[in-house]
């Protein structure tokens, strides 16, 4: 069951390409398609990391990884290279796991 | 499936018990801008036929960027190419050493493992901060009331309508 949802997912995010490639121009063209769809995933990756850092399941929870969240936003915020804003999250919910 | 944002949340949703299908849609919607850029690139690629399937699938955040930088259209198509070639090859190789390696490891937790999807995001999502606040608001809002996985399907949703009806064009 879930290498179906893959396979379709991978599938679609194949086709969405691909369309861009081949359908008519016009098509996508649209001021109100061209405004929202770079909203979609502003949005989605934001919801995403906020239900990953403050919930368990269908709970909400607020545990180290809020903390990691902080580091990972202040390091962002101080222009850290990638790798250093992961890497230093992951130390804060490690260290603090530790305590 | 190759784009990354897809990936990340394809596992978060089913990770944190989502179902299937709401990760899988989740994913799709977060691959809906490729759409827009191969719109972009179409006319400056140019590609056809195999070339055009082949080139489909490096259609990225990445391989855009770089395309669209140069002046000159055969610097943009070796651009293009270049930068699909490497990312395909390291992201796969990358993603296969990752699946390797957890599998050694007893605990990701304790490497603090989990905490660092949701940090890699945060680069991702840095334009414009009102929608991604009010995106994880709601998200927060509705979890614990709707299946794990929906929260995305809600905001996704709702930042729909706001873009299509919303403003003033």
């Known amino acids: 069951m879930i290498w179906a949802g893959v396979l379709i997912a991978s599938a679609s995010c194949y086709a969405l390409k691909l369309a861009g490639l081949s359908l008519p121009q016009r098509w996508l063209q649209d001021p109100r398609v061209q405004r929202t769809v770079p909203l979609i995933p ?32 202040v390091a962002v ?15 804060t919910a490690a260290l603090l796991r530790l305590l | ?13 089913i990770g944190a018990g989502g179902s299937i299908w709401a ?31 082949v080139a489909a699938q490096v259609v990225l955040d990445e391989t855009t960027a770089m395309a669209i930088a140069r002046d000159d259209p055969r610097q943009s198509r070796f651009a293009f190419w270049a930068t699909g070639f490497a990312l395909f ?4 190789l990358g993603t296969l050493a990752g699946a390797l390696a957890t599998q050694a490891l007893s605990n990701p937790k304790l490497l603090g493992l989990d905490a660092a999807p949701p940090a890699a995001f945060r680069l991702r999502a840095r334009e414009p901060l009102a929608i991604a606040l009010a995106a994880a608001v709601v998200a927060i809002v509705v979890l614990p009331f709707v299946p794990a996985g929906v929260p995305l399907l809600i905001v996704a949703l709702l930042v729909s309508l706001y873009g299509l009806f919303g403003r003033a064009a």
């Open chain 1, 77 to 91: 915020v101080l222009r850290a290279p990638f790798l250093v804003v992961v890497a230093a999250a992951s130390l």
């Open chain 2, 23 to 53: 990760g899988a849609a989740t994913a799709a919607l977060l691959g809906s801008r490729n759409a827009l850029y191969g719109l972009r690139l179409a006319s400056l690629l140019d590609v056809r036929g195999v070339r055009r399937v």
């Open chain 1, 42 to 73: 502003i949005a989605l990756l934001a919801a995403l990391v906020a239900t990953q850092t403050f919930s368990t399941g269908q709970h909400l929870v607020l545990d180290v990884r809020a903390a990691a969240l902080v580091v990972a936003i």
């Open chain 2, 89 to 92: 090859t390291f992201w796969n």
């Open chain 2, 1 to 13: 499936m190759f784009t990354g944002a897809s990936q990340f949340a394809l596992v978060g949703v």
